[in-house]
């Protein structure tokens, strides 16, 4: 944890013995909370910590600076759109209510699993939010199911366990509406998308990734092809307690569509994803040829380079393997 990063906050004792941050002030978008402030753990983001409404606070608080002094005067308030990531460190217990409201630009969050105490709108119009890093293994009890009953938006959830991410599921959004059914007065309850079901896959406060691959049948059949490849290719490059039938049913899923797919990585310059789909012999042959020239009119080298070298490890040198990158 950076806690050297200049910053400035502002902060409670809380109800535990710990510390609730307050506010936070700072140089950069992305926010590293240290784990100790003036010596108490961090347990608790307090409400609206990184809102965009500043607020009195109706009971006593101290402040604190870390890092170079003289650039305090210059830190600014860390809420709504100046933040794009936030790291809480394992410490953080609880998530106040409207913690993160109006936080439109800030697209990842990474926390421990201790954070299971999460306030009501703890997420609210954090449209940009795609990503949320869980650091413990995936098989802990953590608050992301009661995160995911917050966000109803496209969003990857990583579990991080050491240096390496053992799962990655990705929650596709959902919608919800109210019809008034008259003369009562009564209304009735509208969900549209699979999303809404694959955020039920809990069992005491574990996913049920059993349960989370069942989802992906009946959202063939109802979700937009982007969203059922973020799905399958999660579960397939980190397939924690993925069973042969599902991984047999994403196989053939990725396959009939990798050229659609690929079409994705080679615009966001995803090497790593489209070597996986090489090495898991899911990208090759003709196909392999057409993401190369795809990667050299994109102008990628990297990635067309990357994709030859797959192409002469399978054994599939060809004509491509002479590009000398002229047409870059």
Partial sequence: MEQKQACRMLFR???????????????SPRVFVPPLIAGLPCVEIAPYCFAGESRLFNEPYEEIAYGDGGLQPFLQEL?????????????????GSCAFYNCRKLKTISMGAAAKEIGSDAFMNTISLSQIVLRCPANQTSG??????????????????????????????YNESYDEIAPAHLFGRNISGEGFRARQCFADG???FAGYDDVFLQACVEELERTLSNMALGRLRYPY???????ERYHSYVREHVLEIADWMILERDLDALQFLC???????????????????ALWPEGAAGLLREKAAAGQAGNESRYDFDAF
């Fill in 206 to 208: 574990r996913v049920d």
């Fill in 13 to 27: 004792k809380s109800r535990e013995g710990g510390a609730a941050l307050l506010r936070m002030y700072g140089a």
């Fill in 79 to 95: 809420c709504k759109n100046a933040i794009e990531e936030v790291v809480l460190p394992d410490s953080v217990r609880t998530i």
């Fill in 144 to 173: 992301i199911q009661k995160m995911l009953g917050q966000i109803s938006s496209d969003l990857e959830v990583a579990f991080v366990s050491g240096d390496r991410i053992e799962a990655s599921l990705f929650y596709p959004d």
């Fill in 279 to 297: 090495q898991e012999k899911l990208l090759g042959g003709a196909n392999l040829a057409t993401c190369i020239r795809a990667a050299a009119k």
């Fill in 241 to 247: 307690q993925l069973s042969r039938k599902s991984e």
